[in-house]
């Protein structure tokens, strides 16, 4: 074997504190920019994943559970496995194995292991974000919204209603609650809201934070006291069934109790676990006794023997568990929504202002962006050279030149239609007539932005043009009163003027 296991353990303790290093070194450096900072996060997240795996595999070499450590550190001191000893036989043995690796790999050298993993702090890690999402300074509700919106539980709001709704789950309808949607929806919510936390926030140790609060969660639910789910209504907590048949509330007397009938009162009974046989007198008296005395205390006898008992206990048990489930759901959203409650602030200005803004100052905006993105990314790349004053790609750099000469982006069209609007390169040109800007200059001028007006930039050659236009057309204009047909009740066809004159005589 050409790499012995106690040559993999010194190996792997080696890695784990070359690693530890790194990450006291990338943590001594102060970020420059929001961007760096979480680019130093993941880079420090990957190199403690990457201590706790070494670890991991070094505790499982201790452990030594199928002897391979220990019968490898006895051939260190030439033991055989018959117990004599020679240390010149182990000696030979391992300096063959050298030799014979050297011979199979002769290109093989001894590399600095310090500039490799130096690399890592120069890395920039891979992070996916949505385009929504701005790289983490806002979150991407837009799917969630739509379940919302589209659901029993939900309300018909807006986007940026729904940011200020979408924490507070504690006030839904419980009955609505219970439902195998609203489970999906509080599962999709909770994955985001974790995958979301985990890509800003790599540093954090979410498993520790819902340890505690599943600790704390607990003990609220065994008080009856979770956020929306408290013990109003609750027996031995599940919901009351008899509260789901019949509420005794409204009946005083056992007469009165009468007039709901006999399969209402079976049902009723069968819910509780109560016998259903009997005349209704008996029925009507057996739930009455519910009304006064709680289950517990209620005498034996009344109760329905075999399976019924049994499987009311095995559905109520279920809904319990159901229910406790979704409400842990739910006390972790708040939780994430607690730690991640300045980006929720932050969402909600920038939907806001992006609703008061026009779509020249959100392209501004999205430039302003992008050069910024680009001027945090790289010190380097802060002073772009760019003599020849090229457009910006969307990368934030000047496009290649050969680019630029062939779409002519050189070549500057104005129209006067558009308020003397520029348009760089013919192609830009050639687009802007279907555009809204153009097509509200046409609306101004009270002309209709059809296939005849393109490639007219000045109001002057638009007016002329219309005018020759409506006077070409003058002889093919419609002319309602000599074409408009009308019909009499025989079913006779007249133009409008002539049954116009028809009708004031009386004639039809």
């Not at 075999?306 to 739910?330: C, T």
Request: hydrophobic share 30%.
């Amino acid at each position: 074997m050409s790499s012995t296991l106690l040559e993999v353990t010194r190996s792997a303790h080696e890695e784990v504190e070359r690693l530890e290093r790194l990450v006291v070194k990338d943590l001594q450096r102060e970020p420059s920019s929001n961007r760096d900072r979480l680019y130093q996060n993941h880079r420090v997240r990957t190199m403690i994943d990457s201590i706790m795996s070494t670890t991991e595999k070094l505790i499982e070499v201790y452990e030594d559970k199928d002897n391979a450590r220990k019968d490898e550190i006895a051939a260190l001191g030439g033991q055989t496995a018959g117990g004599g000893t020679n240390v010149f036989s182990a000696f030979y043995d391992r300096l063959k194995e050298i030799r014979e690796y050297h011979r199979r790999h002769p290109a093989a050298r001894v590399i600095d292991a310090t500039d490799e993993y130096e690399d890592l702090l120069k890395e920039e890690p891979r992070i996916e974000f949505s385009g929504e999402e701005g790289f983490g300074r806002y979150l991407d509700m837009h799917e969630l919204f739509n379940e919302y919106i589209n659901s029993k539980f939900g309300e018909n709001i807006e986007y940026s209603a729904y940011l200020d709704v979408f924490p507070q789950t504690h006030k839904i309808p419980r009955n609505l609650k219970m439902t195998r949607k609203y489970r999906d929806y509080l599962e999709h919510f909770l994955e985001y809201l974790i995958s979301f936390f985990m890509r800003t926030e790599p540093l954090q140790d979410l498993d520790r934070i819902f340890q505690k609060v599943e600790t704390e969660f607990e003990e609220l639910w065994a008080d009856g006291k979770v956020l929306g789910w408290e013990n109003k209504g609750l027996e031995n907590g599940h919901l009351s069934s008899q509260e789901s048949v019949i509420d005794l509330d409204y009946y005083s007397s056992v007469e009165e109790l009468l007039e709901v009938g006999p399969e209402k009162l079976k049902e009723a009974l069968a819910a509780l676990g109560l016998k259903t046989g009997g005349t209704i007198q008996q029925r009507a008296e057996r739930l009455f006794l519910t009304k006064h005395t709680p289950l517990q205390e209620l005498d034996r006898k009344h109760f329905a023997k075999g399976s019924r008992d049994l499987e009311k206990n095995n559905a109520a048990s279920q809904e319990d568990s159901s229910a406790k489930e979704i409400a842990l759901m739910e006390v972790k959203i708040q939780r994430l929504c607690e730690l991640l409650n300045e980006t929720i602030a932050q969402t909600k200005e920038n939907v806001e202002k992006k609703q008061a803004l026009t779509y020249e100052e959100m392209e501004a905006e999205r430039e302003e962006e992008v050069i910024q993105a680009d001027t945090e990314s790289d010190e380097e790349e802060q002073q772009i050279y760019n003599p020849l004053k090229l457009p910006m790609g969307w990368d934030g750099k000047p496009i290649p030149y050969w680019l630029y000469k062939l779409h002519g982006l050189g070549q500057e069209f104005k129209c006067e239609i558009c308020g003397n609007h520029s348009y760089w390169g013919r192609r830009a040109f050639e687009r802007h007539f279907k555009e809204w800007r153009h097509q509200h200059g046409m609306r101004c001028l009270g002309i209709p932005n059809t296939k005849n007006f393109n490639e007219i930039t000045s109001i002057k050659e638009a007016k002329e043009l219309w005018e020759r236009i409506q006077e070409r057309q003058g002889l093919n204009k419609w002319r309602p009163e000599l074409e408009e047909e009308y019909e009499d009740k025989e079913g006779n066809i007249y133009n409008k003027k002539t049954y116009t004159d028809l009708q004031r005589q009386g004639l039809i």
